[in-house]
């Protein structure tokens, strides 16, 4: 379990992150892309971006929902990482995500970052895994 201060912390890069860097689609998705090039093909039929845009808004719900009363995010990241196989997304690029979404946040967050957000961030992510396993 995420502890409540690591919530705390996590909520609070959250909301640094959105009001420093506002819409961070594009930049979450320029550092997969830029990492990962051979995932950008995979969206080759979402002309306007609309899935990506639904799958960033799912995923930070989910670790808000994940890091407070847990209701639902970990059963629809076990579901979608299954999902997944089926895009041709194989389980550690479906994990890879969540670190794309935390680096991301660290960058927008900019001299707010800590180092208790990271290992915040570090907890979340190994639990995550957990879930993300086959
Ligand atoms: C690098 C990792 C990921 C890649 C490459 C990826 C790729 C994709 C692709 C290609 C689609 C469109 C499938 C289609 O309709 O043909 C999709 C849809 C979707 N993905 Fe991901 N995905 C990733 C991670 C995630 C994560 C972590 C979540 C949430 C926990 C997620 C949630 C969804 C949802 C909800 C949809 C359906 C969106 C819609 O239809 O509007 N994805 N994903």
């Known amino acids: 379990m995420i502890n409540a201060a690591e919530a705390a912390l996590i909520t609070q890069s959250l909301e640094i992150a959105s009001e420093r860097g506002g819409d961070l689609t594009g930049a979450v998705y320029a550092r997969l892309f830029a990492e990962r090039p051979d995932l950008e093909p995979l969206f080759v039929m979402d002309a306007d971006g609309a899935v990506r845009g639904e799958m960033l808004s799912r995923v930070f719900d989910a ?22 196989d089926g895009y041709n997304v194989p389980r550690d690029v479906f994990a890879l995500f969540f670190t794309t979404v935390a680096d991301t ?10 180092t208790d957000m990271s290992q915040a961030w570090k907890r979340l992510l190994n639990a995550l895994d957990h879930y993300i396993a086959a």
């Open 63 to 84: 670790i808000l929902d994940f890091i407070g009363d847990r209701a639902y995010a970990h059963n629809l990241i076990h579901a979608e990482a299954s999902n997944h």
């Open 105 to 114: 946040v660290q960058e927008a967050c900019g001299g707010a970052w800590s």
